[in-house]
């Protein structure tokens, strides 16, 4: 068979695979959190904008402690209810309780708002030993 001949059929090939319907791989991007390590449940977690855009390295918090950055899963949550809490700046802190009940992967995607014009939002970060204030205007300033 002639080379060139060969060459197009590699890249007729490549283009196929790569115009799958197939399901993509897991994103190697997210983050993966075992909290337990007993296998109990598992929470997968992404952030979104109002239109449905993907935003990532919001910082999510399972029950007030950090866990990671967005996208993320958290592996080995306990059964019962939980506060999941996702933040980044330019836009409002999200909240929400979650139940787990079982080792079935429970997904979630946590809506990111941009705060309305001429607002700013206070937060306040209090671990054992100190606290940390931030304020913000509108502009992230």
């Not at 995607?109 to 100190?130: A, C, W, Y």
């Amino acid at each position: 068979m002639h080379q060139g001949f060969k060459n197009i059929i590699w890249i007729l090939f490549l283009l196929a695979w790569g115009c799958s319907k197939a399901p993509l791989p897991p994103d190697s991007e997210n983050n993966v959190i075992d909290i337990d390590g007993d296998g109990k449940g598992e929470i997968q977690i992404t952030t979104i904008d109002v239109d449905g855009a993907s935003i990532k390295e919001a910082k999510i918090f399972l029950n007030g402690d950090f866990i990671g950055k967005s996208p993320t899963v958290i592996k080995g949550v306990p059964f019962g209810l939980h506060t999941l809490r996702a933040q980044k700046v330019g836009y409002e802190i999200y909240s929400e309780t979650v139940t787990v009940e079982s080792e079935l992967a429970i997904s979630r995607e946590l809506i990111l708002r941009k705060p309305p014009l001429n607002t700013g939002q206070l937060l306040v970060t209090v671990n054992i030993d100190s606290a940390k204030t931030t304020v913000t205007n509108a502009h992230n300033e």
